[in-house]
């Protein structure tokens, strides 16, 4: 069964830094595009970024929202990605998802873990 | 205001079947596969079609997906209380070069 479990969201100032985890067990770490999901408070699901499988390097693409001040990463010994978040603003304030992808296709989300919330306020 | 349009809500009784519509363009629906999240209150998305009219295994054949040019549907038939939810749909945008999702539709039964 895939697991899929976020840490490390908390209260942070504008124009703070803070970093995501999402640790996956329960499938071929290497072999899926990892994604990061938000949902700001009442609203919708945002796509934020990933980053590819091993074959691919596991290079990483973002939303052009979030371009140049968010970076996903991932760590294959620890079976963990990252989302690393500089220069927050009011509106990142949101529930964070990591989710891989099935066949590496598309929006092909067939997992998901339970969230970690972010608020950025002063 | 998402590239992807769908209804903010749409209601049912129990028995019924309901459609739920998602709108988008050629550079996304026009030349992509479909997706489908349930979003159960206080709950992350659940994958409930993939590839525009696909079923993961544990999803009932009550729900069903479908396309037509640039846009698609979501039926779900013989609607139950359980249903009640957000539900979302997402596609790979060419012009973005990301997948981007509809603004969800709240069902209430």
């Known amino acids: 069964e895939v697991q899929l479990v976020e840490s490390g969201g908390g209260l942070v100032q504008p124009g703070g830094s803070l970093r995501l985890s999402c640790t996956g067990t329960g499938f071929s770490f290497s072999h899926h595009y990892m994604n990061w999901v938000r949902q700001a408070p009442g609203k919708g699901l945002e796509w934020v970024g990933r980053t590819r499988d091993k074959v691919n390097s596991y290079n990483a693409e973002y939303a052009a929202s979030v371009r140049g001040r968010f970076t996903i990463s991932r760590d294959e010994s620890e079976r963990s990605l990252y989302l690393e978040m500089n220069s927050l603003k009011s509106e990142d304030t949101a529930v964070y998802y990591c989710?891989?992808?099935?066949?590496?296709?598309?929006?092909?989300?067939?997992?998901w873990g339970q969230g970690t919330l972010v608020t950025v306020s002063s | 205001q998402s590239v992807l349009t769908q209804p903010p809500s749409a209601s049912g009784t129990p028995g019924q079947r309901v459609t739920i519509s998602c709108s988008g363009s050629s550079s996304n629906i026009g030349n992509n596969y479909v997706y489908w999240y349930q979003q159960l209150p206080g709950t992350a998305p659940k994958f409930l079609i993939y590839?525009?009219?696909q079923r993961p295994s544990g999803v009932p054949d009550r729900f069903s997906g479908s396309k037509s040019g640039t846009s698609a549907s979501l039926a779900i038939s013989d609607l139950r209380s359980e249903d009640e939810a957000d539900y979302y749909c997402a596609v790979w945008d060419d012009s973005l070069s990301g997948p981007i999702f509809g603004g969800g539709t709240k069902l209430t039964v």
């Open positions: 590839k525009t009219n």
């Open positions: 989710a891989i992808e099935g066949d590496n296709s598309g929006p092909d989300f067939e997992s």
